[in-house]
């Protein structure tokens, strides 16, 4: 009959590390937290080396102190996969016949070592180690190769492993089937999507690869690699996700738009999917639309106290056109919605025409571009008009037809909203005119533009004083050293953020009110360039100004109100 394996208590307790009170104590406290007794015994004082060296003993293997350069020197990362050694905690130390050698910190968890037999198709010799040693052994072995924060997404578990090793993620809509042949790839999708989700990304991309498809993410407006998938899993994955938004799974000749709606957290997160054919494949990218995202606020958009106030008096005039400009992605949609929430109120009535219709808005009567059927902003425009609205949003005026329709509204009697795709708020002007508007109407109907860039937010858990900013980045934006001493703030990197040194995003804005000088400029068709003098002459400040400000706050970051200045050639 088999010897009983010893308890960790007592072995504890005959080495002298620990008393009979402490185990007990630690044992219930372990029970009724659902605790290891291991972690309840850390937890209590006892040296996790110590608990490391007992469980060695309790289960007869070879403890291993990674601390030692002898015994860490025989550490080969090479023989098993990278993501494995992330997500598990383990290290290899060698292999001969079949046999690996792996230090590992829980030798309790059979679920995993048969996992690890199956996907390294080996036999395991374990080696036990603290979990502490080992994630600092495995931290410094990634420093050593890429350096703190050289990942802006490090990828701790691999998605495919993930999938087929784990049972699906309970946060995911209990609708989805994850029954079939193909479950693995369904679980796959699944946790793609909820992972972008946790990972605050904007925009998931799949995109087809000579020899892999590329899994990125756009965190914070920067697209960072999440994992590559093998190409013999491409047809299944794009199926997946063709089948889940709707799409023809057997159309892939021509690009396909859909929708796919799952819970998060109990939260109903929104995907607005686009699949385009490419030279490998379809590429496939799916826009993350969050509910809270339009409601966190107007004093949250990263207005500054001036503007917010002119901000509001915009948006409660009675009549007139007030356009937001930026290119895409600039947080233009949000600014309006964030508007129309305020204003969203029983004795307001508010429409709009949109295409895609991003964002539900309870109590607002939102129309969908149809452009097939004849559905166009022109033929919803002239029908707002009849629905005795207060207040009209265009989703973009494209061309002289929708401008015009826009500004008789704005005449008659109506607030509108609308975005318009130029870089700065004077060329609004030039741009409407170019597009065949006549010059008195534009002149006469616009009250406001309002021109915006999103910039990254620098984390609040690790952001550090620069003590040296960079002299060329500091010029860009019209900093003098004097000013920026001890203000400038750089970005450090921590587990909040993800170890890049921002989280979040704020908008940079350029508010320019329509005045009587202004408005004879426009009417003359006077260059953008007059106007914009005018403009700075009558109290705009420019984007590059709002973002100094920004920069001497501590919100963030030189080079990120640089970037804004190149992207408009601005001096």
């Given amino acids: 009959m088999a010897r009983s394996r010893r308890k960790l208590g007592e072995i504890l307790v005959g080495w002298g590390v620990a008393t009979q009170d402490q185990v007990e104590s630690a044992a219930a406290k372990a029970k009724t937290a659902g605790k290891k007794l291991g972690d309840a015994l850390i937890e209590s004082g006892i040296p996790e080396e110590q608990i490391a060296k007992a469980l060695a003993n309790q289960f007869g293997l070879e403890y291993v102190d990674l ?61 036990l180690s603290s979990r502490t040693q080992i994630r600092k052994f495995i931290e410094n072995m990634n420093g050593a190769a890429g350096g703190k924060g050289s990942k ?56 087809p690869m000579g020899d892999r498809v590329r899994l990125r993410y756009r965190i914070d407006g920067v697209c960072v690699e999440r994992d590559n998938l093998p190409k013999r899993m491409q047809n299944s994955i794009l199926s997946r996700m063709k089948l889940m938004s709707g799409m023809n799974i057997a159309e892939k000749r021509i690009p396909q738009d859909g929708r796919i709606k799952i819970h ?55 009549n007139g056109i007030f356009l937001v400009t930026g290119p895409t992605g600039s947080g233009k949609t949000t600014t309006l919605y964030s508007a129309l929430d305020v204003l969203n109120k029983p004795n307001t009535k508010i429409i709009t025409a949109e295409d895609p219709i991003e964002y539900n808005f309870r109590g607002i009567n939102q129309c969908q571009i149809r452009e097939k059927i004849g559905l166009t902003f022109s033929v919803i425009l002239k029908t707002m008009l009849r629905q005795a609205p ?15 329709i826009a500004i008789q509204a704005a005449l008659t009697g109506h607030l509108v909203f609308s975005t318009l795709h130029t870089n700065d708020a004077p060329g609004a002007i030039t741009r409407l005119i170019d597009m065949g508007v006549k010059p008195f109407l534009v002149a006469s109907a616009i009250q406001a533009i309002m021109a915006q860039r999103l910039v990254r937010v620098l984390c609040p858990k690790c952001r550090a004083v620069d003590p040296d900013p960079d002299p060329k980045f500091l010029k860009l934006i019209g900093c003098t050293p004097q000013e920026a001493a001890g203000r400038v703030q750089k970005p450090v990197g921590c587990d909040a953020c993800g170890n890049i040194g921002y989280r979040g995003r704020k908008a940079v804005f350029e508010m320019m009110n329509m005045n009587t000088e202004i408005r004879e400029l426009a009417f003359k068709q006077e260059p953008v360039s007059k106007i914009r003098v005018a403009a700075i002459n009558s109290g705009m400040r420019t984007l590059m100004e709002d973002g100094k400000l920004k920069v001497l706050k501590g919100v963030t970051t030189p080079q990120e109100i640089a970037h804004i200045a190149q992207i408009e050639g601005l001096e």
């Fill in 152 to 207: 802006a997404v490090d990828p701790t578990q691999s998605l495919i492993s993930e999938s087929i090793d784990k049972s699906v993620d309970k946060s995911v809509d209990k609708s989805i089937d994850i029954v079939g042949d193909d479950a693995p790839i369904v679980r796959l999708v699944q946790r793609m999507l909820v992972e972008a989700v946790k990972m605050r990304a904007s925009d998931l991309h799949l995109e």
């Fill in 390 to 404: 207060n207040i009209i949003l265009v989703g973009e005026i494209r061309d002289r037809e929708v401008a015009e």
């Fill in 67 to 127: 601390s030692s350069p002898t015994v860490s020197s025989k550490v080969d990362a090479k023989l098993i996969p990278d993501d494995l050694i992330k997500k598990h905690l383990i290290l290899p130390m060698g292999k001969s016949g079949g046999r690996l050698q792996l230090i590992v910190h829980d030798p309790n968890n059979l679920e995993l070592q048969d996992t690890l037999r199956f996907r390294l198709n080996a036999e395991l010799d374990l080696r």
């Fill in 264 to 318: 998060v957290d109990e939260t109903p997160i929104d995907f607005r999917v686009s699949a385009c054919p490419c030279y490998h494949g379809e590429s496939v990218v799916l826009r993350v639309l969050r509910p809270d995202s339009v409601k966190i606020g107007l004093s949250n958009l990263g207005f500054e106290d001036d503007n917010l106030a002119n901000f509001n008096k915009i948006i409660r005039r009675p």
